[in-house]
């Protein structure tokens, strides 16, 4: 794929995509059916310690698979290694179809990760849950696993999507379960924190309710477009993530994510018509580990969810509280601080 030179023909639709590619800050790279690479951008080659060009034409390496977001490490050439999450699309450009891998740098990231996964090691109560929490779902993969491998079972297509998906689901709820002890050790540990910063509440709703797959659908959003928090990013993400799993799991669509701005606060509600919270357990909503007597019975959990939403909260010069429904269910807002007008 060449390059495209200065001169007076006009960019066709190739020129141009390339023009945007090369000056995006994610690495960028764009792989044929075959493997190999067609083009990458300069942040794609700083990525692999490389001058961009010399990776043209060069077999790619890693699995290519659309929709999803994995993490590959890539070897430099001084002997170190770069973590970096990708995510592929697959495009027809010029006839021609290609995938499009988005690289972005998230070594630091990991790093503190298993920093924190080290931290986690000296935290008995935490693993005393971890243990208690995780059991159900490891022996539910081990045993659907073992359904799909036994050579004498005879599964209608049906059937062997229908296990295919149900080990998805407790593999989702494992990683949500490691990242809520993430973010407890990082809460513990009293890890530096990054600067606040300018968050479209909007904009970051929509990100976090793609995650939800199908269940996004019974979700109503209001909020203005123009509408933007001073927060940290990251902990925001992790606050409304863990209400809207609080809602789908507690309560019963519809559910409803609405923010209101007022001088120089946002309240953010999130709220679901569920059965709502049993007025004798509200004074420990948010205290560590704790759940609800019954839930137990009807879903599972670690008690860490609110906990870390008050403790984010907080920490971003905001609160959380509860409210009981206008017509049933729960209700929780999140009073954050408004970004000003830059």
Not at 197 to 213: K, Q
Not at 226 to 238: I, K, P, Q, T, Y
Not at 306 to 330: F, K, M, Q, S, T
């Amino acid at each position: 794929m060449s390059t495209p030179v200065s001169g007076s023909r006009p960019r066709t639709g190739r020129d141009a995509g390339q023009a945007i590619i090369s000056a995006s800050a994610d690495g960028i790279v764009l792989v044929g059916d075959d493997g190999y690479i067609r083009f990458c951008n300069p942040a794609a080659g700083e990525l692999f310690g490389r001058p961009a060009d010399h990776l043209l034409g060069g077999p790619f390496g890693f699995p290519i698979v659309a929709g999803r977001a994995t993490e590959v490490e890539l070897m430099l050439p001084d002997g170190g290694e770069r973590i970096v999450e990708m995510r592929v699309t697959s495009t027809l450009l010029d006839g021609e179809h290609l995938h499009v891998a988005a690289l972005r740098d998230v070594t630091r990231r990991r790093r503190l990760e298993q920093d924190l996964e080290r931290a986690l090691e000296r935290q008995h109560a935490t693993a005393a849950v971890v243990a208690h929490e995780l059991r159900s779902p490891l022996a539910a993969i081990r045993t659907l696993t073992d359904v799909l491998r036994d050579p004498a079972a005879t599964l209608t297509p049906e059937l062997r999507a229908d296990v295919v998906d149900r080990i998805a689901e407790r593999t989702a709820f494992l990683q949500s379960m490691v990242a809520k002890l993430l973010t407890a050790a990082r809460i513990d540990e009293g890890v530096v924190r990054p600067p606040l910063e300018r968050v479209p509440l909007l904009e970051l709703t929509l990100e976090r309710l793609a995650d939800f797959g199908e269940q996004a659908g019974e979700v109503a959003v209001t909020c203005d477009a123009g509408l933007v928090a001073h927060v940290n990013r990251d902990e925001m993400s992790s606050m409304l993530v863990n209400c809207l799993e609080n809602a789908f799991a507690y309560g019963r669509p519809p559910i409803k994510v609405s923010a209101t701005g007022e001088d120089d606060r946002i309240e953010l509600r999130i709220s679901d018509s569920g059965p709502g919270v049993p007025e004798d357990f509200v004074p420990r909503l948010f205290d560590r580990f704790a759940r609800e007597p019954g839930a137990g019975r009807r879903t599972e959990g670690s008690g860490l969810g609110l906990w870390i939403v008050r403790c984010l909260a907080r920490a971003n010069g905001g609160e959380v509280r509860y409210e009981p429904g206008d017509h049933g269910g729960a209700c929780f807002c999140i009073s954050l601080r408004r970004a000003r007008d830059s």
